[in-house]
């Protein structure tokens, strides 16, 4: 049977999910009812590159409202601690054991819910978690999981291998991941409408349609969720003309 790279990706997110389930259940710090585990970023939104692209996992506590982040934060430290060697990156949790698998291809997101009002008894399940400089970060992965997937559904593929160009032109520009992080430029690509993909060359006639897009039009584009905005001052966020001189070097390649 053939093995696909989507089938792999959810064999590789289940061995995970399990993996960090079970390390934490070695602790009595935290009650297993309490948290959801769920996969984000390149990984299962099949914008990934290679084979050894790490796997991104959120840790996302359910019952925030009595329960500051910090303090999860600090309780998973201590819970994951009893089984490796973890410290807090920029953003995720790392497990630093070089003989661990584990530890070579996970990051953990660790988050508590965020609820975004919607209605009268209805809301947006988001993730809040704060960065290594303290800035709070608000951002809702499974709604761009959702929002990419059936755009790439509508251009019968065309808008992730978009995105997978672009990753792959960033490099050869020798571009810094932080300059322009890979979920931005798929935020930016899923800004372009369906009907761009269905040209016969739909990455270049992507990045020509966002290069001519009016600049007002352009400052106000939302990200892949549909509720953030992808440009402002947040750490989470981007600048409109920084945005505009990576299209302008990616269209170049």
Same mark, same amino acid.
């Given at each position: 049977? *053939?093995?696909?790279?989507? &089938?792999?990706?959810? &064999? ?20 297993? /009812?309490?948290?959801? %585990? +769920? ?10 590159? !290679?084979?050894? &692209? @790490?796997? @991104?996992?959120? $840790?996302? $506590? ?11 934060? =600090?309780?998973?430290?201590?819970? $994951? ?9 920029? /953003? ?6 070089? @003989? ?16 975004? #009002? *919607?209605?009268?008894? *209805?809301?947006?399940?988001?993730? +809040?978690?704060? @960065?290594?400089?303290?800035? #709070? %970060? ?25 995105? /997978? ?5 960033? %490099?050869?520009?020798?571009? #810094? &991941? ?6 931005? $430029?798929?935020?930016?690509?899923? !800004?372009?409408? !369906? ?18 897009? !009016? ?11 549909? %509720? ?7 750490? =989470? ?17």
């Amino acid at each position: 049977m *053939t093995v696909t790279p989507v &089938s792999r990706t959810a &064999s590789l997110l289940s061995w995970a999910e399990d993996e960090l389930r079970e390390a934490l259940g070695r602790s009595s710090l935290l009650d297993p /009812r309490s948290y959801e %585990i +769920f996969g984000q970023g390149s990984r299962v939104n099949n914008t990934f590159l !290679d084979q050894g &692209s @790490d796997i @991104d996992l959120v $840790l996302m $506590l359910k019952t925030p409202f009595a329960y500051a982040w910090e303090q999860f934060r =600090d309780d998973v430290l201590v819970a $994951l601690s009893e089984s490796f060697v973890v410290r807090m990156g920029r /953003r995720c949790l790392n497990v630093d054991d070089p @003989d661990s698998l584990f530890g070579e291809m996970v990051d953990i997101l660790v988050a508590t819910e965020f609820r975004l #009002p *919607t209605g009268p008894e *209805t809301y947006e399940q988001g993730v +809040f978690f704060r @960065d290594r400089e303290g800035r #709070p %970060i608000v951002n809702f992965p499974k709604q761009h999981r959702r929002n990419g997937d059936a755009k790439d559904r509508r251009t019968g593929g065309r808008f992730k291998a978009a995105v /997978r160009t672009a990753k792959r032109a960033r %490099i050869s520009a020798g571009i #810094p &991941s932080l300059e322009a992080p890979s979920y931005l $430029l798929e935020c930016l690509l899923y !800004d372009v409408p !369906d009907e761009v993909y269905r040209q016969p060359e739909p990455y270049r006639a992507a990045l020509n349609w966002l290069r001519r897009c !009016d600049p007002a039009t352009f400052a106000q584009l939302p990200c892949q969720n549909g %509720i953030n905005r992808l440009f402002g001052p947040g750490p =989470d966020q981007w600048e409109p003309g920084q945005a505009v001189r990576i299209i302008d070097v990616l269209r170049q390649i």
